[in-house]
């Protein structure tokens, strides 16, 4: 009578915790399960702009923090996460699609296409969001699949 709700928890149960180790394990994290370097996720989307967030606006979501720079944004991301977090583990989105590398990224490089947030490397006079742009389409298609990939 009972085994059928324990299963179905049990299932609820696993599946969080794998969701959790994979965003924690695949996903461009500090050491200390900081998502982003501290920025506001929800700013690029409402406001087109890198803001940093702050501590005191923090949420944990899979195992990994997120800070907002208002409780507005913060709330905007409780109600609903993914549409927020970045593309690719918030590794570089150019690198994803042109070797299928998981390379660090400068928060404050970034493009918000169709919903969705992409972050890029821009350090040492290389701004990869440039050379995307150039081939966007073809480095969409094969980021996607390379970080399909990580998410097996």
Known sequence: MYKLPIILLLIVLATTVFAQDLTKKQGNISKSGLAIEGYDPVAYMTSNKALEGKKEFSVSDAGVTYYFSSAQNRDLFKADPSKYKPQYGGWCAYAMGESGEKVEVDPETFKVVNG?????YNKY????LKTWNKDEANLKKKADANWARFTK
């Open 116 to 120: 969705k947030l992409y972050l890029f």
């Open 125 to 128: 006079f290389n701004n990869t």
